[in-house]
């Protein structure tokens, strides 16, 4: 009797997840070039409200100035290249350098030179600009000064998120922080497939329909959605939507009468290590027990899957295989990896 033989297709191989080299052009080809959730427009509310952030090693400012318009810029002097700013947020006049004192506006534009007779300094009178763009509330920066509008690159995205009029009306109200021994990629290869939810999540598995659990595949993202079991026909109609925006931004939307979101940011931090940023938005700094118990819930989720990364990055550095094998259903991680090919330019 004949046998079939299934055609195998290969995943990224494994040296892509804990050599240094690849870990040092991503941040050149991807994390320098795209469009990157930096934070939100609840944290720069006020005029002279700032916040600091950091990706591919590069250290960045994003501020309200006096015309009320959202900047960011590198957090770096143009004197000596001291960073400027320390502090994680607040709220300034001026920022200062405490090198030489060096001052500046809240657009990053020289204030005062105390050791220079004048401004005038040419390109070294500002703070290197970022591109920077603002949608739902969100900001977004790219470090690639010939950076194309988001729209370009994100365009069926945001016509699909759209839809969702709430999402103005959101502001910031929780913030975690955790740092993951593994590789960044192995953080969205999990998210990106839910083959092991009913194994590792038991309690998103009971919440969740597993037979009708959907992952769509778009330009530049991915949707995944499945209705509530516990909901009415009626309100399963307004199911949650979990986004994967490349190249590392999850973003969790729940609509209906209190709708609310949340972001996850998987920032690289060495090839066996990543920071995953976890923010929650509501309509109001108070939270309701039904929304501490859905943190509670995506918390407890989040938990289980550090559990699984964390192990699964021991194996990549072994000789027991090359590569991987991607299953029938795991065609949005095959997507994943295609784009990053696409701009690593790599085998």
């Known amino acids: 009797m004949a046998t079939t033989t299934h055609t195998l297709e290969y995943t990224l191989p494994y040296k892509n997840y804990v050599d240094p080299r690849v870990f040092e052009n991503e941040k050149k080809e991807i994390f320098q070039k795209s469009w990157i959730l930096a934070g939100h ?22 501020s309200r100035d006096r015309n009320n318009e959202i ?24 920022f200062m350098c405490q090198y030489h004192g060096w001052t500046f506006q809240l657009d990053g534009k020289l204030n005062k030179a105390p050791n220079f007779p004048t401004n005038e300094l040419g390109k070294h ?24 509008p988001m729209k370009e690159t994100y365009g069926e995205l945001m ?31 999990n998210y990106l497939e839910c083959d092991h939810c009913k194994i590792a999540h038991p309690e998103f598995a009971k919440t969740f329909d597993m ?9 530049n993202f991915s949707c995944q959605y499945s ?16 986004y994967w925006v490349w190249p590392n931004l999850m973003v969790s939307i729940y609509p209906g009468e209190d709708g609310n979101m949340t972001t996850s940011q998987i920032i690289p931090l060495a090839p066996d290590k990543s920071l995953a940023i976890y923010s929650y938005y509501f309509k109001s700094d108070e939270i309701s027990e039904e929304q501490e118990e859905l943190i509670r819930f995506v918390d407890q989720v989040r938990l289980e899957d ?17 590569h991987g094998i991607y299953s029938p259903t795991e065609y949005a991680i095959k997507y994943f990896h295609q784009r990053y090919i696409e701009e690593m330019k790599v085998d």
């Open 41 to 62: 427009t609840s944290q720069v509310e006020n005029i002279g409200d700032f916040f600091t952030f950091d990706i591919a090693d590069q250290p960045l400012i994003i």
């Open 71 to 94: 900047n960011a810029f590198y957090n770096i002097c143009p004197h000596r290249g001291s960073k400027v700013e320390k502090s994680e947020s607040g709220n300034k006049r001026v």
């Open 125 to 148: 009178s500002c703070m290197t600009k970022v591109s920077l763009e603002i949608f739902k509330g969100m900001i977004f920066i790219n470090l690639d000064p010939e950076a194309k």
């Open 159 to 189: 016509e699909n998120m759209g839809k969702y009029d709430f999402l103005d009306s959101l502001k910031k109200v929780r913030v975690t922080t955790r740092v993951i021994d593994a590789n960044w990629k192995a953080v969205v290869d």
């Open 211 to 219: 037979k009708n659990y959907f992952i769509d595949l778009h330009d």
């Open 227 to 242: 209705k509530m079991t516990s909901k009415s026909d009626e309100e399963r109609e307004e199911h949650a939507n979990f």
């Open 306 to 322: 550090f559990d699984l990364v964390e192990f699964l990055q021991k194996g990549f550095d072994t000789q027991a295989f090359e």
